[in-house]
């Protein structure tokens, strides 16, 4: 069983920055897929960037890029976000989601077993 809880989201001005934290708890695999998507209002959840625990190696959404940095600690069991030149668009609740099928990386979000609770990001302009 694994829990996700996500946590350092808030208010923001455009052009701000946050980091966003995903804290895993119980059985972690080192197989793992750790993704971050999020949802606005009235629309679908989306994916945003993913991470593999194995090797660190990293996936971005086009419009993330050059802005948002997904990282991991292994040993605290800890995938982050950071967020840089944030926009209104950017604006969502955002979600940490771990896929466990060790078959790359996957955009949606059906495809992933884990959730946790989600963290709201606002940006203000």
């Known amino acids: 069983q694994v829990q996700l809880v996500e946590s350092g989201g808030g208010l923001v001005q455009a052009g701000g920055s946050l980091r966003l934290s995903c804290a895993a708890s119980?059985?972690?695999?080192?197989?793992?897929?750790m993704g971050w998507f999020r949802q606005a209002p009235g629309k679908e959840r989306e994916f945003v960037a993913a991470?593999?625990?194995?090797?660190?190696?990293?996936y971005y959404t086009s419009s993330v890029k050059g802005r948002f940095t997904i990282s991991r600690d292994n040993a605290k069991n800890t995938v982050y976000l950071q967020m840089n030149n944030l926009k209104p668009e950017d604006t969502a609740l955002y979600y940490c989601?771990?896929?466990?099928?060790?078959?790359?990386?996957?955009?949606?979000?059906?495809?992933?077993?884990?959730w946790g609770q989600g963290t709201q990001v606002t940006v203000s302009s």
């Open positions: 989601g771990a896929d466990r099928d060790n078959i790359g990386f996957r955009t949606d979000w059906a495809e992933y077993d884990y």
């Open positions: 119980g059985r972690t695999f080192s197989s793992y897929v």
């Open positions: 991470i593999s625990w194995s090797r660190g190696r990293t």
